[in-house]
């Protein structure tokens, strides 16, 4: 938690497939899952144009449909994939903003057959004069699709809408059926101008911090291997490690040591809430809480042992120093309080 509140970072980069990719999701997801017909419960309609995806090394964020009116809210994407099995626009609003996306150069995959039995639900679509069938029709009619013709994929202005006619739960139930997601999304990739590739792993950088995750189910080749000096957030013991292996179903958050300047003391990592106070001269003061009576730890880059580390005004004893790696290692009980610490050189 502590790392947590340090990830508003300036420098974020992931390494692994390819980024600007989004699944688009709707609040009525929630609605479609009481009788008479619920759609499915185990939500495959979105995992199974997700996952595909994510196993193959793409980090797939999704994308909240209400919120395409927002100023700026798609620009970070060029490719969206979009159905209405199990889920509907509350408004019709979000399909001209849709439509002004692939405009302006975006790609929409839309995985729909129209089998969904919501899709005859008295709504904005059927009624006050509208006579659609389904959400999709008054979609495409702004995306100037033509029924008269039947096909699969046009240019919307500068972007383009790719139509995979098929139920994406159906499609999350095979290897075929992931396979299909994995195509058509590379080729709206490509035809958005990005560079595809893939991945067996998730790797993000924020900062000193980096994210990382070897995938199961994923795509064959050596896992990702990380060399330097790192401390993994998982390992209570906040030991170095030179070596990471992202086998698949490894997990790891790991704080970059070569990011940390070894010229004067600098807080890293710890097991309590740690407020930096004051950093001069020989001296580094933090005001440190906790929840009562469970282990703390605390790791600071150290440029030489230190004289004294007091809490509260009492000295800590339960210290450790590696003059190789300049790291101190303070160890003490917690309390709720928010007590003084100071590190003396």
């Given at each position: 938690m502590e790392a947590l509140n340090d990830m508003k970072q300036e420098r974020i980069e992931w390494d692994c497939g390819t980024t600007g990719v989004g699944v688009?999701?709707?609040?009525?997801?929630?609605?479609?899952?009481?009788?008479?017909?619920?759609?499915?419960?185990?939500?495959?309609?979105?995992?199974?144009?997700?996952?595909?995806?994510?196993?193959?090394?793409?980090?797939?964020?999704?994308?909240?449909?209400?919120?395409?009116a927002l100023p700026h809210f798609l620009e970070s994407y060029r490719v969206l994939l979009l159905t209405y099995q199990g889920m509907k626009p509350l408004t019709p609003e979000v399909h001209s903003q849709l439509a002004s996306w692939v405009k302006r150069g975006g790609i929409l995959v839309v995985c729909e057959d129209d089998s969904d039995p919501y899709n005859t639900v008295r709504e904005w679509w059927n009624s006050n004069g509208r006579h659609y069938r389904t959400p999709r029709e008054h979609l495409f009619e702004q995306l100037g699709f033509n029924p008269a013709v039947d096909r699969t994929n046009w240019q919307f202005g500068s972007g383009s809408v790719l139509w995979l006619r098929r139920n994406p739960s159906d499609l999350a139930k095979s290897e075929a059926g992931a396979a299909a997601v994995v195509a058509i999304v590379k080729q709206a990739a490509q035809k958005g101008g990005l560079s595809w590739h893939d991945s067996n792993y998730l790797l993000l950088r924020r900062g000193p911090y980096l994210i990382a995750a070897g995938l199961d189910e994923s795509i064959a080749g050596e896992p990702k291997e990380l060399h330097g000096r790192f401390i993994n957030l998982f390992d209570a013991q906040l030991?170095?490690?030179?070596?990471?292996?992202?086998?698949?179903?490894?997990?790891?958050?790991?704080?970059?040591?070569?990011?940390?300047?070894?010229?004067?003391?600098?807080?890293?990592?710890?097991?309590?809430?740690?407020s930096h106070i004051h950093n001069e001269g020989n001296s580094l003061s933090l005001a440190v809480e906790g929840v009562g009576h469970t282990p703390a730890v605390l790791l600071v880059q150290a440029p030489t042992a230190p004289r004294s580390v007091t809490l509260d005004g009492q000295v800590v004893t339960n210290t450790v120093y590696s003059s190789g790696d300049k790291l101190l290692w303070i160890r003490f009980d917690n309390d709720a309080r928010s007590r003084p610490m100071v590190i003396n050189y």
């Open positions: 688009l999701v709707s609040d009525s997801l929630m609605f479609q899952r009481g009788d008479p017909t619920p759609s499915d419960p185990h939500l495959s309609q979105i995992y199974g144009l997700a996952m595909p995806l994510l196993k193959h090394g793409l980090p797939v964020t999704t994308v909240q449909l209400e919120n395409v030991r170095v490690q030179n070596d990471i292996r992202l086998a698949p179903g490894a997990r790891y958050f790991l704080r970059d040591l070569q990011t940390a300047s070894d010229a004067k003391p600098q807080f890293l990592a710890s097991a309590c809430r740690s």
